[in-house]
């Protein structure tokens, strides 16, 4: 018997970008580790794709109605998303709440919980240069929402050292936290690749920041593939608009380059999946981009629109370089396994429930993967 087996997870997720890649994958994991996990999501309801991805799992798909913190910092929704969630925790009868955002740690679980931070508003603002906003009361209310769900939940997790210290340095938490890198599970080895650049993104977005790679892309001898929404197609860019994940895999299967100018990764997961799949990496130098890709990439300041198109000119001409760095991206992206992902996990759960059958006072658990 797995160690997972005899665990109930109710985990919550956004079914938009990387909260949603890591959640759906990290439950599947879990699942076939022996884990009855009922998956809850929070936002928009998911697609007829994503709902695909789990007939024939073990893992119960729940949609509600409950609006994301970031959309209702004045919490207007709070009260209905404590009783849907409580009705939820009745229903299931989970032995660990696994939330993958800030504001439902503050409820009343009779369960140990666990934050994952994946994102948030003031680190957002902070890369971006873009503060002046967050002094309005909503938003000042949005910060104690998240120092105290912090301090609620039995322990907090991020998904790289860089993003743990952003966290600390703005909600200064009373636990030390953990850091478990996301992961993903392997995959093919990589397509013969094209004369492709690809980039993920979306246009609106600051922290993704694909106007420098648009202001970059005149000129390169190759073409420019951008998968998000947001963009309209021009001389020098295809916009694909949001792709279903097979569809962006497949294409990130024969891309040669990709490239990513954030401004803002908590951890990135387009980058990894990149990497499984053989891109060379040519990244903002950013200190998640640093922390997880050093030696395994090509950097940039995210400023710095002349550096970027220079290093994929460069690339694009250079077939022994750009062999060199798609390997080393694919070797490295082997580091950041689903597998390894979801033993710390389970180490931490099974942490918490031994101290909880122990009746130990309420400590914070630091797991490091």
Known sequence: MSAASAINILMTADTVGGVWTYASALASSLA??????TLVTIGPPPRADQREMFCGSRVR????????????????????????????EIQFRPDIVHLNSFREA???????????????????????????????????????????????????????????DDIVKIYHPSSPGAVIWNGIAPGDLPHRKRELILAAGRLWDRAKNIETLAAAAPGLDWPVHVAGPGGTDSPDITWLGQLPQPDL?????????????ARYEPFGLSVLEAAAAGCALVLSDIPTFRELWSGAALFFDPSDSPTLHRLLADLCFDDLERAQLQRRAYEHSLTYSLART??????????????ERASAPHSRIEVRA
């Open 32 to 37: 076939a580790s022996g884990a009855n996990v």
């Open 61 to 88: 798909l729940i949609e509600t109605n409950l609006a994301l913190e970031w959309q209702d910092p004045e919490g207007h929704d709070l009260a209905h998303a404590k009783r849907i969630l409580a009705e939820l």
């Open 106 to 164: 503050t409820f009343r679980w009779s369960v140990p919980t666990v934050v994952v931070a994946h994102s948030c508003v003031n680190s957002w603002a902070l890369a971006c240069r873009d503060t002046a906003w967050l002094n309005e009361p909503r938003w000042n209310r949005y910060t104690e929402a998240v120092a105290s769900a912090l301090d609620s939940a039995r322990a907090w997790v991020c998904p790289s050292q860089s993003f743990h």
């Open 249 to 261: 895999h497949e294409r990130l299967q024969h891309a040669a380059i990709f490239a990513s100018p």
């Open 342 to 355: 979801t033993s710390a996990y389970l180490k931490l759960y099974e942490e918490l429930l031994t101290s």
